[in-house]
């Protein structure tokens, strides 16, 4: 089954997180178990606040990448970055659909 975290955060330095973020995605291509697609939504009612949803093909392959120290030093720059600590929500993927 399908896993996507949520990741709430909030920050004034976007350009240097998506930066970090590319630096990670590249990192994580070609890796087993890495996360299969990443979106980054800006909340048009609160200035600087984001979420991440970060798609995994399962539940075990998402924690795989947790336990990844590279991982582990990742969220500790990300957070480096954020106005205050990130907020992860976790969910099993229902239902998709695509209207394209």
Known sequence: MTFVQIIDFETDRIDELKALADEMGSRLADRENGPTRRLI????????????????????????????????????QMAALCTRPPSFTDCDVVDLTDFT
């Open 41 to 76: 939504l800006r909340d048009r009612n609160r200035p600087g606040r984001y979420l991440g949803v970060i798609e995994f093909n399962s539940y075990e392959e998402a924690v795989q990448n947790s336990d990844d120290p590279e991982t582990s030093k990742f969220a500790e």
